[in-house]
């Protein structure tokens, strides 16, 4: 029953903008921390952004601090990001966790970042 749905991903130039946006069923979405993670071919998972329960608090890493902007709708069950001046560097599969660990993970959507 539980559910992520990630969407918004897509071929952009370099220095263009996306927004993704995770949309949550299943669990009680506004009692989770969120997060966006990544994966690009032969690395490792990172986590990119975490917002906590109630929107108020977010960190970001390094190498997307100042281009990304994560954000929640607990009204809408939905989590975004907000990811401008692409660099082909954050080509990716994206992925939405909730909680720890995270404890549930959405399918991912492909972020292509080229000329």
């Known amino acids: 029953q539980v559910q992520l749905v990630e969407s918004g991903g897509g071929l952009v130039q370099p220095g263009g903008s996306l927004r993704l946006s995770c949309a949550a069923s299943?669990?009680?979405?506004?009692?989770?921390?969120m997060g966006w993670y990544r994966q690009a071919p032969g690395k490792e998972r990172e986590l990119v952004a975490r917002i906590t329960s109630a929107g108020g608090g977010t960190y970001y890493s390094d190498s997307v601090k100042g281009r990304f902007t994560i954000s929640r709708d607990n009204a809408k069950n939905t989590v975004y990001l907000q990811m401008n001046s692409l660099k082909p560097e954050d080509t990716a599969v994206y992925f939405c966790?909730?909680?720890?660990?995270?404890?549930?993970w959405g399918q991912g959507t492909q972020v292509t970042v080229s000329s």
């Open positions: 966790g909730a909680g720890r660990g995270p404890s549930y």
């Open positions: 299943g669990f009680a979405f506004s009692s989770y921390a």
